[in-house]
């Protein structure tokens, strides 16, 4: 074979997966900001890298000074860390856009080699559902695209096993497996709960508890070995139990999925569609094994368990989104169709065959053509206005700010005055904060919710910040007159604000249309000048520079 006959070969391999990618990327970096937690994450690794010595008690905090500190996300930290300081922003923007060419790439190898179905499958399913799964992705970057990664692949390894492609020996990876993705994010719960669908599904399906042995023994390996191969110790797991289990109804990502709500449409039809998909293949799918199309015991379990997590939580739609594109052959199988239409006229399907004959030419060739160039140019429009491989941080200038806004210019203030102490900061700030702040400040709440702080502390600190209840707020507000605070940091549409002007204990210290900066009267010598704010616009690697390391030494 040829060189280009070889090029050619390949290219029409990839061209359904090349596609999926660009429409994928195209919303991402249509949508894409920083999520707050990166900066945890780099924090931990700047922590190690900078003093050689691993945190495991925490300094960041007033609230919390030496507790003890479980980050089940450090190897992520170090990642991006290495990333950003060893090659920059660039580097660590190609490695999402490589994690989720990756996972589609997965789910065309999974259709083809595993479920041995058209390409269309997941050229489709993956433009019908890029949104869905594409928010996964929009924070830059987070842990969590590890969870993606992890997830995916046990499904490819355990649908080849359950359709025997694989001997079941190939279990013994599993804790492995397992082992590495809980240091890289605490969604590894979401592979102990994939094994523990596949072991009830077997012993389920071949009627032998003997059945489903080697998938609890998988899971009790990886249980074992996690607890060994991880900085913590069994403390680890003490940790991911309890972060499991915490009340999170104060975090607006984990509130449950508001099926009333038109702003989450496609949300509500994605569980909708699973639900009525599983109860068409129970309904006419007779009893048959040894059926490949068959949508088995296990996968349905897996679907049902992502719809109820996703009902309960929504941020978990994107798991819900990968596992139905991923069982999408399953759960659309052409026999399960001629079922349902041969039940319901008596007739031959014959719109298949018209289907089959669109296949060469429309659905098959033009469409994914015309998609491939349309998201190209969109990317090329997008690419022309900045730079695709960087990601913009919202500050005070930042026009249409969306998911969030940082106080830039408020921090800069308070890194050049001449005052340290204790900053109290809303929950979802903090690790920006003691980013740009640490030593001198101290931060009263940070995103290490369950990592570092109490419930109770939590609660604490969340109620001086309440918008929906602003009684609660005011109430709060006496009690942080009498707390450890020196300085607070507040939105400009808090309900405390009043409050604050009012108060004869604290002084405006810094002020812009979005924050406030306030300090105790009786510890202010005198109030600096607020520094310039240029229109510039900053980006993650203008966070991540040589003086903003050195300050972790």
Known sequence: MSVWAKLNAWGKKAFYPLTAWMDAWLCVVTHQFVDPDLWGRLSVAAL????????????????????????????TGFVFYQLLTGGGESIL??????????????????????????????LYGSLLLSRLYGIGFYPAVRSHVFSFVGFLGFVFLLEKIRLKQLSLRWLGLFPVLLALWGNLHGGVAMGFLLLECYWLGAMIQQRSWRSGVPYGLAALGGVVLLAVLNPYGVSYWAFLIAAWTWDRSRIQEWDPLPLGSGLFVEQQLLVLATVLLLALNAIFWPRQPGNREKLGLSPALVLLLLVAMTLKSARLQSFLSVAVLAYLPLLLSRGLFERIILALKGSPPVVFARLKGMQGGLLQRWVPLLVLLGSLGGLCFLGSQRNLLTVPVADELSEGAGVIRYPVAALQYLRQSPYQGNLLVRFGLGEFAYWQLYPRFKVSMDGRYEEVYTQAQFLTNDAFFDRKHPKRAIQAAAQIHHSKADFILIEANMPNLATLEQSDQWQQLYGDPYFRVYGRKDGIAYV????????????????????????FR
Do not use: K
């Open 48 to 75: 190690y890298f900078q003093t050689g010595r691993f945190p495991y008690r925490d300094v960041f905090s007033y609230t919390a000074p030496n507790a003890r500190w479980v980050d089940h996300e450090w190897l």
């Open 528 to 551: 600096p000048e607020r520094p310039i704010i240029t229109n510039t616009v900053l980006t993650i690697g203008d966070f991540v520079r040589p003086d903003t390391l050195q300050r």
């Open 93 to 122: 923007m190609a490695l999402q856009a490589g994690i989720l060419l990756g996972l589609l790439v997965a789910i065309f190898a999974l259709h083809r080699q595993v479920y041995q179905v058209s390409g269309l499958f997941g």
